[in-house]
């Protein structure tokens, strides 16, 4: 017994001790940064390589959904520069237009993808169209008219057909040595310049957009924006105006990209022989300040070829695929927490695939089957249309990254270590409910499911994170809701946590509820930023007075970043009034800016407290009181009683003649029921009334007088004109009353 009783107790400390030393992921689900482009999974085509037998079954189609590809990219790469899409010939890296080209060498068309093929296959796996543009041969031949018209009608096909193309990339790679007009196959001496490409890109900007004006227009230029800013500054200059996004192509160390130089640094980096760069998010960031320093910064990053470039992996044979695809995860997890809003990898497929230089979607030697890289976008798919929130791992070798989506939230765990270790999750401005899914891609390439487990001291899930692996977590969650959103928003702390402008002050004569307020002199205003949650409706409110009935004081909302504003309601009134406003976030909001403020007013004083921001949801705030009196306005002797509750350890109660209310935002033409227990001390002594009225008009909808000395369900149940949206719940002990009365359980609920 007594050995049993020992190892019982090793095993406890073991568990103890693996649980102290776990990893910890820290979320904090209220910090939103950005939302997962739909578009960041593309999946790159080069057509002279894509014969008709790889998608004639629909399977190819089928697993550009599985991955969440949300564009096919054709023509290609540098086939783009020579490819005439009315006359293919299915060579691609030679071009028509040479004088010296042979026909002879045509490919057979089953052997490659022409425009309606890619037409039918876009529309099968139900991707966002882009096509490029061949600028070089124009101008490498001196066609530079009939090229243009060439691209026009490409368009014009397209709309014929129905295919609705807005995304174009115009040319591939002309910055690069021995591409396209590079090669000056005429012997003219010329080459491309920033400003030779910028000065193109007008050109046919100016064509594209006759044809489909709301067309997302894609530049290329070097992946070296720090060493060739003065490149990019020619650009934008030029044609700034007429680019929505400059495509970078990132092959991670090309050459030299290891297993063990990936390993050695995390995270890892934008290298190559010739460059050393930041981590790919770093180098998002510094192209956004090159362009908002420019005054373009409407101009964002694309990477519409990306992947682990060649490097020895190739021939060592303890490489393997799924390392490559580990590798190349972490870009793409990269990729969702730096906000890319374009990225495709390089590229579907190519032939023999095993000993390839790089790694595709799937594997030309094996009947086309999913790579292991379609693993990790099939993880990465629950991701896109989600929301990146703060996250953070104590290793340093073990990244992560959490998305919430509706009411999931997907957190991704990448080790770089070479052993295992217990991860712990922990969530702030939700609750987890469940797990719903936990998946690991492993060696040799695989997704498979695992098990958590809850922490026995605190209940946080755990999990055990593999050496070398991607782990994705589903979770399911619900928000924790606050009771407001607004810090100091009753100003009890006098202006902290408000911006303010025109010195403003706070009054401690003048307060609504508690000792202070906010005032305002002739003109002035107050703001705070506040993180929301995207395609939510909210409910902004404030009591607000003027000294002066012509005189306005303005509460309102704007976006947090574009500062464009979402709503606002004014106030003239002279003495403390109820004002609200609702509002819903679009789709890509994360924060709002609240705001107060008094225009000139000829001297007037204006007064705002208990400001109050929160998700639009019809309750009564405390209706225990198990808060006290927080959220009810009171007259005369109103208390909280520990003895007297009916449920819990609180009740309100009148002393005599006094009331307390509370006002709360409703719906119009919406049946509705409050209830509430109440009683009076003394059943001999006058009545106590408990009712509705208009939150705006002040108007009666409907009461009940209470003359039970026991507690005993109170029950209004009625339907909101036309305009109501705002009603004013009460209880009053009138003149007449003497002694005690209680309330408890306030509720509203709206009746289906």
């Not at 096909?157 to 690069?176: M, P, R, S, W």
């Not at 000792?515 to 107050?526: N, R, Y």
């Not at 004002?579 to 000829?602: E, G, I, R």
């Amino acid at each position: 017994m007594t050995k049993q009783i020992n190892l019982m107790v090793a095993s406890m400390l073991m568990y103890s001790s693996i649980v102290n030393g776990a990893t910890q992921i820290d979320i904090n689900a209220t910090s939103i940064s950005h939302t997962v482009s739909p578009l960041i999974q593309g999946q790159g085509l080069v057509y002279s390589e894509e014969a008709d037998v790889i998608y004639a079954d629909g399977t190819m189609a089928q697993l550009f959904q599985d991955v969440g590809a949300g564009f096919l990219r054709w023509p290609g790469g540098t086939v783009a520069t020579m490819y005439h899409w009315n006359d293919l010939t299915g060579v691609g890296w030679i071009d028509k237009w040479d004088p010296n080209y042979n026909s002879s060498n045509d490919s057979d068309p089953s052997a490659y993808m022409d425009l309606d093929e890619y037409i039918a296959l876009s529309q099968a796996a139900d991707t966002e169209p882009m096509l490029g543009i061949n600028m070089s041969s124009g101008i490498e031949w001196d066609r530079e008219a009939e090229a243009l018209q060439e691209a026009k009608d490409m368009i014009s096909y397209c709309i014929a057909q129905g295919f609705d193309v807005k995304y174009f990339y115009l040319d591939n790679e002309t910055y690069h040595h021995g591409n396209g007009y590079n090669k000056d196959k005429d012997n003219d001496g010329e080459a491309w310049t920033p400003q030779l490409y910028a000065e193109q890109i007008n050109i046919y900007a100016a064509a594209i957009k006759s044809l489909v004006p709301d067309a997302v227009l894609i530049a290329n230029w070097t992946d070296k924006v720090r060493t060739n800013t003065a490149d990019y500054t020619t650009i934008i200059n030029v044609a700034g105006d007429n680019i929505d996004y400059i495509d970078v192509h990132w092959y991670w160390k090309w050459g030299v990209s290891t297993w063990d130089a990936w390993k050695a640094k995390t995270p890892m980096e934008n290298e190559t022989e010739w460059y050393d760069g930041g981590t790919f998010i770093e180098e998002m960031q510094f192209f956004d300040s090159l362009t908002t320093s420019l005054g373009k910064p409407h101009i964002k990053l694309a990477a519409l070829e990306w992947n682990i470039a060649p490097g020895d992996h190739n021939t060592n044979p303890e490489h393997t695929p799924f390392k490559t695809a580990l590798m190349a995860s972490e870009m793409q997890m990269q990729f969702i927490q730096g906000g890319l809003d374009l990225g495709a990898m390089w590229t579907t497929q190519w032939q023999n695939s095993s000993t390839a230089e790089f790694q595709f979607l799937v594997n030309s030697d094996d009947g086309y089957a999913p790579s292991p890289m379609a693993h990790v976008f099939e993880l990465y798919k629950y991701s896109l249309n989600g929301h990146v929130v703060s996250t953070s791992s104590t290793d340093g070798q073990i990244m992560a990254t959490t998305v919430i989506k509706g009411d999931k939230a997907y957190v991704y765990v990448l080790s770089k270590r070479d052993n295992s270790e217990n991860a712990e999750f922990s969530i702030s401005g939700y609750d987890i409910l469940s797990v719903e899914s936990a998946k690991r891609f492993t060696d040799p390439g695989d997704v498979v499911n695992i098990g958590l487990w809850n922490n026995a001291s605190n209940g946080n899930y755990m999990a055990t994170i593999l050496a070398n692996t991607l782990t994705m977590v589903e979770f399911n969650v619900e928000p924790v809701i606050p009771e407001n959103l607004i810090n100091n928003g009753d100003f009890e702390s006098g202006l902290s946590n408000w911006t303010t402008w025109n010195n403003p002050t706070t009054s401690n004569s003048d307060a609504f509820a508690g000792s202070a307020s906010a005032k305002f002199i002739d003109k002035g205003s107050i703001n705070q930023v506040v993180n929301v949650l995207p395609s939510t409706t909210y409910t902004l409110s404030a009591f607000m007075k003027s000294s002066d009935s012509s005189q306005r004081l303005v509460l309102g909302v704007n976006d947090g970043v574009s500062n464009e504003g979402l709503a606002s309601v004014d106030s003239y009134d002279t003495s403390y009034t109820f004002k609200h406003l609702t509002f819903t976030t679009d789709a890509n909001t994360t924060s709002v800016k609240v705001y107060a403020w008094q225009p000139p007013s000829n001297n007037a004083s204006a007064f705002i407290d208990e400001i109050k921001l929160k998700p639009f949801n019809v309750s009564i705030e405390n209706g225990d009181f198990e808060q006290g009196l927080s959220s009810w306005n009171t007259w005369n002797s109103v208390n909280i009683d520990s003895l007297q509750a009916f449920n819990g350890a609180n009740a309100l109660q009148l002393d005599g003649n006094a009331s307390a209310n509370q006002f709360i935002v409703v719906k119009p033409n919406t049946s509705y029921t409050v209830s509430a227990y109440a009683k009076v001390e003394d059943s001999n002594n006058a009545k106590v009334v408990f009712g509705v009225k208009d939150g705006v008009t002040n108007s009666t909808i409907d009461k009940v007088d209470i003359y039970d000395s026991s507690y005993t369900k109170q029950q209004i149940t009625f339907t909101t004109g036309a305009t109501t949206d705002t009603l004013k719940i009460y209880y009053w002990r009138p003149q007449a009353g003497q002694q005690a009365s209680y309330l408890d359980d306030v509720k509203i609920v709206e009746n289906f």
